[in-house]
């Protein structure tokens, strides 16, 4: 007989996760925006020295990353979550002010695990299409919150579109949230936005309680193999709220001993961002070389729109025969398009030559 499941169960989304785990090396990653480059020799380093002590449990407060992230970003310790990734925040924000009920407010398409989050909750989820430039429209965001909303999620730059919107719409939109509805911005590709400095964003916590900047490790860093992400707050209650809801240990050793040696290179991260910035306009004009249409991307990755008569899954198939992994629009929110992390020059370069192929016959 088989197990009897909770209801909700049948509408959690299967999180469209990319191929290619046990592929040769040779192959293209261009599909999950992940850094082309490994770990410096130090944050692996600083990783095997923690490893002869796993005996014991990891530190449950995360106290040293959250005193060196406080250090980095000028926000108290008290106001600084951490997570296994910064999805196992969004999860627990999810399980902390979600319930039957409630709603969450979102743009779509936008990243795959907002949609877990109603899900998993019971609450109801409030998508708002993207502008015909394919960036948040936030007025109609702002518009969407009701006495119910609990939490609207602004993820700037915007997976899988690649579209950042400025800072002083986000202060708009703030303006029009009341103070208890919480407000998360998703910043993981911030690094990589060069409309404005990344941590301009920071100055407005104090001014808005309501307020959450979500970060990650897995993006500039590189370091989504180990899984760690960081929430500033504009006060200490969401962190407690999250630490409340999860399991304790939740970030381990050897993230934590990884990400506190990240924060140490940050010319690293320049050089990072500067090769991502050069790599997307390497496909930026290879792409309109080819007569397809691009957004406008201040991310680690660009979104293309494919002739209204290509066959998406097929342009796909086609590549990955070629060696080169990207992500179909159809799986992200929107059919007819195509998601492609930068890579190292010579990927993407493979990429564009594939692609030629593919699109000319
Ligand atoms: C917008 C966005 N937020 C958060 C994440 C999650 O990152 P992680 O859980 O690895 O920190 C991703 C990963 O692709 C993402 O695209």
């Given at each position: ?42 944050v692996v380093g600083a990783v095997q020295r923690v ?89 109609a965001m702002a518009d969407a919150v009701t006495v ?193 992390t930068c890579g190292t020059p010579d990927e993407n ?13």
């Open positions: 007989m088989a197990l009897e499941f909770a209801r909700r169960i049948r509408d959690i989304p299967v999180y469209p996760a990319a191929d290619g785990y046990a592929l040769p090396d040779e192959v293209a990653m261009l599909a999950s925006n992940e850094s082309p480059y490994p770990p410096l020799p130090e490893l002869s002590g796993v005996n014991r449990y990891p530190d449950p407060t995360n106290a040293t990353l959250r005193k060196r992230l406080s250090r980095a970003y000028g926000v108290p310790a008290n106001r600084i979550a951490i997570g296994n990734g910064s999805c196992d925040i969004l999860l627990a924000a999810a399980d902390a002010l979600l319930e039957p009920g409630a709603e969450v407010v979102y743009a779509w398409p936008s990243f795959s695990i907002y949609p877990h989050l109603a899900a998993t909750t019971g609450a109801t989820a409030v998508t708002v299409p993207l502008d015909d430039e394919d960036r948040h429209d936030l007025p119910a909303t609990r939490l609207v999620i602004v993820c700037n730059p915007n997976n899988p579109t690649s579209t950042a919107v400025p800072l002083q719409k986000i202060v708009e939109l703030l303006d029009a949230v009341p103070r208890h509805v919480c407000v998360i911005v998703d910043e993981a590709y911030c690094e990589f936005n060069v409309l404005g400095h990344p941590d301009a964003s920071l100055d407005l916590l104090d001014a808005h309680p309501n307020l959450v900047l979500l970060r990650t490790f897995s993006k500039v860093h590189g370091l989504c193999g180990l899984r760690v992400g960081f929430a500033l707050c504009g006060a200490e209650e969401f962190r407690l709220a999250v630490d409340q809801v999860r399991q304790p240990f939740f970030c381990n050793a050897a993230a934590q001993a990884a990400a506190v040696e990240a924060l140490e290179h940050g010319d690293e991260v320049t050089r990072r961002v500067e090769r991502a910035v050069a790599g997307r306009l390497q496909l930026e004009e290879g792409l309109r070389g080819l007569g397809l249409l691009v957004t406008d991307s201040q991310a680690n990755f660009v979104w293309t729109h494919l002739p209204e008569d290509a066959d998406e899954a097929a342009v796909v198939r086609g590549l990955a025969e070629r060696g080169v992994l990207v992500r179909a629009g159809a799986a992200l929110g929107r059919e007819g398009a195509l998601r492609v370069d493979r990429f564009l030559a594939a692609l030629a192929e593919i699109v000319n016959g």
